[in-house]
């Protein structure tokens, strides 16, 4: 009986999420890396309350792109040892599944990431939003949502290169700009209560859709690329 | 080509009368790497793996491993075997799904004599129900008497075919 993709994705998400609590390779470095950009920036600005609402947006979706980097490489890296990734490709199961399972546990990881990482830097930074929370949540889902898919099918196109760790920040990052842009705009515009984000939530939710269709169609050919 | 892992350059591949990836349901393969994640159990990885054949039941995953000379069982991970069982679980991994062409590539490296002579009685035995096996080992010896055709090869070339090559006897 052949599972269906949801079945199937379902199925790579439970696997990608078990092999992490497992080794805790990629929790443990996202942490950390995302530990250091708030603890470092916050001791050499020292910004008022005032002044972290207008940084902080900047700061936050550069420690998390960065963070989100250093995952996808390691989440992909594991299914080269041992070939792992081979024994996918001679399976008679539809490579969305693993794109869509491996995004959305990269998904649930950089989340988990956020919500660990909010604390700290309200905690250091003295946040406080004037703009409503669940805007806030919104621009979040999406903007995490823009960084992973992306970063997953990039991550996926720059594995089999020599030098892996280097070409997907060269694929990523520049792709990512318009993204990053308005994910920083909506995020001070919520904290700072200035302004509506309502235009690059709209944004936001376009590239999600259009990124989302085209690493859907060109997956496979990825995958089984030589 | 016949796992579906490259295209061919010229002409095409055909397993019964299919395109590769639309016959991969019926084809095992088993590569020199042994295609496990080193972080899960036997059964971890074969339920993982079942589920892309759509086999989602344990028992044909657990038959798998104990004719591989494996205990289901066992909750050791994986990165914790030695390089034979490793080898065994690889081979439990390709024929779990009872495919009708099994693909192996050196599954006697590492495997101590009696492994290799137990590998063999199930290769055998697959043979016998009907599956077509198509093996590429330096041991040929291992082979000697259940083989039905061997293609010697050397330097890329085909320098002999038919029974046990007169080379390695």
């Known amino acids: ?226 | 080509m016949i796992a579906g892992l490259s295209d061919p350059t010229e002409g095409s591949v055909s397993i019964f009368g299919l395109k590769t990836r639309d016959a991969l349901a019926r084809i095992g393969y088993m590569a020199h790497a042994p295609l496990l994640y080193d972080e899960f159990s036997a059964m971890e990885n074969l339920r993982f793996f079942g589920r892309l054949y759509g086999v989602t039941s344990d028992a044909p995953l657990q038959q798998a491993i104990k004719r591989v000379g494996l205990d289901p069982h066992l909750e050791r991970r994986v990165g914790q075997y030695s390089q034979g069982m490793r080898q065994r679980l690889s081979l439990a991994r390709a024929i779990f799904h009872s495919p009708q062409v099994l693909l192996l590539d050196e599954p006697f490296s590492n495997v101590d004599l009696d492994s290799a002579a137990q590998i063999t009685r199930l290769l055998t035995e697959m043979r016998s129900s009907g599956a077509t096996i198509l093996l590429v080992t330096h041991q040929l010896g291992v082979l000697a008497n259940s083989a039905d055709e061997f293609l010697l090869l050397s330097s890329g070339a085909l320098v002999e075919r038919g029974a046990m090559p007169q080379a390695s006897r």
């Open chain 1, 1 to 226: 009986m052949k599972l269906s993709v949801i079945q199937l994705t379902v199925a790579n998400v439970r696997k990608d999420l078990r092999l992490e609590w497992r080794s805790r390779d990629v929790l443990n470095s996202m942490l950390f890396f995302a530990l250091l950009v708030v603890v470092i920036f916050s001791f050499t600005f020292e910004p008022t309350a005032e002044e972290s609402r207008r940084l902080a947006g900047g700061l936050i979706w550069t420690a998390f792109l960065f963070s989100t980097t250093m995952a996808l490489n390691q989440s992909w890296a594991r299914e080269l040892r041992n070939g792992v990734l081979d024994a996918y490709r001679v399976a008679p199961a539809p490579a969305e599944a693993l794109f869509f399972g491996k995004c959305l546990g990269n998904f649930l990881l950089v989340l988990l990431l956020e919500c660990l990482m909010a604390p700290l830097f309200v905690l250091f930074y003295n946040l406080r939003s004037v703009g409503p929370y669940w805007q806030l949540i919104v621009v979040f889902l999406l903007g995490t949502w823009a960084l992973v898919v992306n970063g997953t099918f990039f991550a996926a196109m720059s594995i089999r290169t020599r030098n892996r760790e280097l070409m997907l920040p060269l694929l990523l990052l520049p792709i990512s700009i318009p993204a990053v842009n308005h994910m920083v705009s909506a995020t001070t515009k919520v904290l700072t209560g200035e302004s509506s984000p309502v235009s690059d939530i709209k944004f936001l939710t376009a590239y999600c859709v259009i990124y989302t269709t085209v690493s859907f169609l060109l997956f496979e050919t990825v995958l089984n690329a030589e």
